[in-house]
């Protein structure tokens, strides 16, 4: 099968392989894609992330079966610039966030990406999240500068959406190798507590019930309520939190949790989403490291891209899909990480066991990008 | 009175001695001469020692191994899946275990642990020192 360079089975971590399969150059092919379903083939959502892909990049040949089953993909050079694209609303924007984050800094041109769809649900990490999160953590690795922003422009909740945000990115050629060993302590918490479509006092109850439970652990806790009207509101109503944790070295943990979509399962107490939410906070915080649990895969995917030499991460407990994405770039880059388990001293009360990650970074070199 | 609070005197030193004795080695059973005690825990060292290692490397599991070596497994293919009916027909089941994995939601997000139940005190207790209110170490300060 080496004309068809990588093949892989099943439509799970289908993003993971077509945004490694474009930074490595690798054609792939996923095959069996839910093949033994009523509804085989490839869904709407898929389309969308793969019509993206092709708009951020130039000269890439797809090519899908009838069916939609079996998904041939051979890359293109990333360009970027300035593009725009209505997301499916059967998964939020931050399904299609999440993958260019880790494309942006490898254009040609910075990207500016506008994204219309549903900015929050509780399948994907939300655009909030993200902007509070993964943003800083591209900064640690030299991604930084005036250009690197999401903003939040319209909000749109599950399932009607009418949401947009948008992202822009510098473009790098080498990406800095970092050493982040030691999180330090939690200085302050802060979040945002949005509504749309509802009473703004929706936000108001989940703030105090969160606080309720944070305010055990740091009195430096301020939630923002963030209640958008009118054409910025979306087409559904809905409310939500996020949380991010910030610690002394710069290191943030971060928790969501939004609203049921309207007609779709039990409706949700702001009270509890609140509580909840701040459980998942100190879940986190207890998971630990320096990069929080949703953007593990991000930052050791820039560890793996960095120039030739040693890049030290510590993380939580990996997850299932960054467990899959370890041997993705195994099988992109060649790269394999030096895993090595953390305990905590006995008398030590910083939660769970953490891992640290060690790598030698290929030295990916930009070259799309223009000399200037 | 006098001579009841030395006697419980002695007993506490008695008692404190065997806790002493008791912790050192676990597996001391009670009730026995604290002389014989004292220098018990020499015995079976090497047989602790590598009890103590052999429990250390299976609370410690191998997480490259893990990680990097059972992804081989996952490329067989288990197709075989069979009754014909009337020799004609195969009987399509969506398979459970490698398929569902292979065609589940492409998500990020690492669900909680429900084991912990965050609004016990010893569970919150666990991450006190994760916060700027919390113990810091030797060296390090506030400021």
Redesign the interface.
């Known amino acids: 099968m080496a004309s068809h360079g990588l093949v892989y ?8 392989r077509l945004v490694l399969s474009t930074l490595s150059g690798k054609r792939v092919k996923i095959k ?3 093949s ?2 009523e509804d085989p083939g490839l869904r709407d959502f898929e389309a969308s992330f793969i019509r993206l892909l092709d708009k951020v990049t130039n000269g890439s040949r797809i090519e899908i079966n009838q069916t939609g089953t079996v998904l041939f993909y051979q890359p293109g050079l990333l360009y970027g610039g300035s593009v725009e694209h209505d997301c499916s609303t059967q998964r939020s924007i931050g ?1 299609y966030l ?1 993958a260019l984050l880790m494309l942006a800094p490898f254009m040609k041109t910075s990207l500016k990406a506008t994204l219309r769809g549903v900015t929050n649900d509780s ?3 939300t655009v909030d999240l993200l902007k509070t999160t993964a943003l800083p953590l591209m900064k640690k690795f030299g991604i930084d500068g005036e250009g690197i922003d999401l903003k939040v422009v319209k909000r749109g909740m599950a399932p009607g959406g009418g949401g947009e945000v948008v992202f822009t990115c510098p473009v790098r050629r080498t990406i800095r190798p970092v050493q982040l060993t030691d999180p330090g ?3 302050r918490i802060r979040g945002v507590a949005y509504s749309v479509r509802v009473s703004p006092q929706m936000a108001n109850r989940i703030v105090d019930s969160a606080r309720a ?1 944070l305010n ?4 430096d806790i301020y939630i923002y309520t963030d209640h958008m009207k009118g054409a910025n509101s979306g087409k559904s109503p809905g409310f939500g939190l996020t949380l991010v944790a910030e610690t ?1 070295n710069g290191s943030f943990f971060s928790a969501e949790m939004s609203s049921t979509p309207q007609g779709q399962g039990d409706p949700v107490l702001p009270e509890d989403l609140g509580r909840n939410c701040a ?2 906070l ?2 986190e ?2 998971r ?1 490291g320096c990069v929080d ?2 953007n593990q ?1 991000l930052a050791l995917l820039l560890m793996t891209l960095g120039q030739q030499d040693v890049s030290k991460v510590l993380l939580g407990p ?6 899959e994405f ?2 993705h770039i ?1 099988d992109f880059f060649q790269i ?6 953390q ?1 905590p001293l006995e008398d ?4 769970g066991d953490k ?1 640290l990650m060690t790598c030698v970074g290929v030295g990916y070199s930009n070259l799309n990008k223009t000399l200037k | 009175c006098s001579e009841e609070d030395s006697d419980e005197e002695e007993e506490d030193d008695e008692a404190a001695v065997k806790e002493e004795i008791d912790s050192e080695e676990e597996e001391e059973e009670e009730g026995e001469e604290e002389d014989a005690g004292a220098l018990r825990w020499k015995q079976d060292l090497q047989q602790k020692a590598s009890a103590a290692f052999l429990r250390q490397q299976e609370s410690a599991p191998n997480l490259r191994k893990l990680v990097y070596g059972s992804a081989a497994g996952a490329g067989d293919s288990d197709e075989e899946e069979g009754e014909e009916l009337g020799g004609l027909f195969r009987v399509s089941r969506p398979q459970k275990s490698k398929r569902f994995t292979a065609n589940s939601v492409d998500c990020s997000r690492f669900a909680a642990d429900s084991a912990h139940n965050w609004d016990l005190e010893e569970m919150m207790n666990s991450i006190r020192d994760c916060f700027v209110t919390g113990k810091w170490e030797e060296g390090q300060d506030a400021a």
């Open positions: 089975d099943g439509c799970n971590f289908f993003r993971q069996n894609v839910r033994r379903e399904y999440e399948t994907d990490p302590k939690i200085k439970v055990q652990f740091l009195p002394l459980k998942l100190l879940e915080v207890h630990g649990s949703s895969s990996l997850s299932p899909y960054t467990i370890l041997r195994r394999m990480f030096k895993i090595e388990v305990k030590e009360r910083k939660g891992v």
